[in-house]
């Protein structure tokens, strides 16, 4: 394969990303700020660069995916970052999650340059990263997206062009509200249930078979029950998610009820030291507000 692929921030999700890349041909170069994490892929063939700079010389196709927006901003455009040393007509694709007005002057930065830019985060967690079964959501120029299908392809199984720059964030930012709202629901509905004495295992399939049915209920509604709270989706994550899409609510001036009061919860449990459980200790805040035990 002659495309020549630069990768930018191997961590749970980036490392499986770049393997899945180097596995199906690219030529790859990979960046992480912790050296140490890139060992694993310079053992299956990959250069590793010192910087972002180093690492995107000759690349065709640029993917970075970091944490927060001002982490997208230091490895893009930073003194060391991709736009110092990137060649005209490349492709540079953001997959982290991060602010959609941000994304929108990244864009116009490269532009600027002749390079291309989209903002393609995912979902579908860890697991996603790891199984190629992510989703994507891209924002940006038609004929970049076409461009960038063949990568998309070694890294989901479902890519939706949403719209003009910026519009893969904001539909990234709708999925996190629909995740915390979810898993809010999960957590009140299993409160009135269980201080009701009823059995939870067998709640929670009556409402998977109906319209209540939710990924977050099939998932995190039996690793409630059963305390189990490692994760797959960090709550600090949520968080940070969350103050994008409440920013992005007051740029919009629309109705922001469901995830104002998700991102207090959140808040609340990352500033007692709960940050790096996963989403479904959403349960714990409920317990202690409800006075009602959940978990077995
Ligand atoms: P992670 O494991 O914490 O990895 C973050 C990566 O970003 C690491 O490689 C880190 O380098 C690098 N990084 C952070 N700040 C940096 C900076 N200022 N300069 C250079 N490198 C920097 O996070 P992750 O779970 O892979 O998440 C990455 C992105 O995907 C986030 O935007 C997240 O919201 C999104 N996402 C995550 C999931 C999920 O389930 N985890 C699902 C969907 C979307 P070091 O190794 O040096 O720390």
């Known amino acids: 394969m002659n495309t020549r692929v630069s990768f930018i921030g191997l961590g749970i999700m980036g490392s499986p990303m770049a393997g899945h890349l180097l596995a199906a041909g690219y030529p790859l170069t990979v960046y992480n700020r912790t050296a140490k994490k890139t060992e694993s892929l310079a053992e299956q ?3 590793v660069a010192e910087t972002p700079a180093e690492a995107v010389r000759d690349a065709d196709v640029v993917i ?5 927006t001002s982490d997208v901003e230091q490895v893009l455009l930073g003194d060391q970052g991709v736009i110092t040393t990137i060649q005209p007509g490349a ?4 997959m982290s999650t991060i602010d959609p007005a941000a994304s929108q002057t990244i864009y116009q930065q490269f532009q600027a340059r002749q390079v291309d830019f989209l903002d393609a985060p995912v979902s ?3 697991v996603g990263a790891i199984n190629a ?4 959501m891209v924002g940006g120029d038609d004929a970049a997206f076409q461009r960038a299908l063949p990568v998309f392809d070694c890294l989901g199984k479902s890519t939706t062009h949403i719209g003009a720059s910026g519009a893969g964030q904001i539909c990234k930012a709708c999925n996190q509200i629909l995740v915390a709202s979810n898993v809010m629901g999960v957590c009140e509905a299993l409160g009135l249930a269980a201080a009701n004495d009823i059995e939870l295992k067998p709640l929670v399939e009556a409402l998977g078979g109906g319209a209540a049915q939710s990924w977050q209920l099939d998932n995190l509604g039996p690793a409630i029950i059963d305390n189990q709270l490692d994760p797959g989706f960090m ?3 949520l968080a940070k998610d969350l103050r994008i899409v409440k920013e992005a609510l007051e740029k919009a001036g629309t109705v922001a009820d469901s995830s104002n009061r998700a991102k207090q919860l959140f808040d609340d449990l990352a500033a007692q030291g709960d940050g790096r459980l996963g989403t479904q200790a959403l349960v ?4 202690q507000l409800g006075n009602v035990k959940i978990r077995r």
């Open 284 to 287: 714990k805040a409920y317990e």
């Open 133 to 136: 079964t992510l989703t994507i």
């Open 124 to 126: 579908g967690g860890d």
């Open 235 to 237: 709550i600090e994550l």
């Open 45 to 47: 063939g990959a250069k």
């Open 91 to 94: 492709l540079v694709i953001d």
């Open 64 to 68: 970075s995916m970091v944490s927060d």
